[in-house]
């Protein structure tokens, strides 16, 4: 499955330029791109991610998986709707990138509440920002994160940064991986 899937993330999610074109959400430039959505949208794509990542959480305790939206939100489905099928369920919440101004005012939507066990999920991961914006908000929630996993990493310290903050992160598939396929063609 994991195999699958990075030739289907190279296949639909990579791209790749001699000249640094891709403009980063940190601004800066790079000679490569992951666009996660044309995988994490993609059924096939949704049911390597549920699987692979359900098997990385199954006996973590979590009750539920979420993460800063939008990136995180498909992966979070995948997983969950994957726990139902297998008869361990774990539930969904999103990460608001700012509270709602009307009615409850949450930053974060779901079926959580302090002292739950979570998993906090991305789909990519260069700086770690959006991640680390995940798990402050979780933290200030009072959910308890047992686990956090992203679907790229990148390669670019983004790691390093979250795991500075205490949390260790596991990756589905390296920036390594992917280039690998792409030195093949």
């Known amino acids: 499955m994991k195999k699958r899937l990075t030739e289907l993330i190279f296949e639909k999610a990579f791209k790749y330029s001699e000249e640094p074109v891709f403009k980063l959400v940190s601004g800066r430039?790079?000679?490569?791109?992951?666009?996660?959505?044309?995988?994490?949208?993609?059924?096939?794509?949704?049911?390597?991610?549920?699987?692979?990542?359900?098997?990385?959480?199954?006996?973590?305790?979590?009750?539920?998986i979420g993460g800063l939206t939008l990136g995180a939100d498909p992966v979070a489905y995948?997983?969950?709707?994957?726990?139902?099928?297998?008869?361990?369920?774990?539930?969904?919440?999103?990460?608001?990138?700012?509270?709602?101004?009307h009615?409850?005012?949450?930053?974060?939507?779901?079926n959580v509440k302090e002292g739950d066990r979570v998993v906090i999920v991305d789909d990519v991961i260069t700086t770690g920002k959006s991640t680390i914006e995940a798990i402050t908000r979780a933290k200030e929630a009072g959910l308890e994160i047992v686990k956090v996993i992203c679907l790229i990493d990148r390669q670019e310290g983004g790691r390093e940064n979250i795991e500075a903050s205490g949390y260790k992160v596991d990756a589905l598939i390296l920036r390594d991986n992917v280039m690998a396929l792409y030195r093949q063609t």
């Open 29 to 64: 430039m790079s000679n490569y791109y992951f666009n996660c959505k044309a995988v994490t949208l993609h059924p096939e794509g949704m049911y390597l991610i549920g699987n692979l990542i359900y098997d990385m959480i199954k006996d973590s305790g979590a009750k539920a």
């Open 78 to 101: 995948a997983v969950s709707y994957t726990s139902h099928l297998k008869g361990k369920p774990v539930e969904t919440f999103v990460v608001r990138k700012s509270a709602k101004s």
């Open 103 to 110: 009615g409850t005012m949450l930053c974060i939507e779901g």
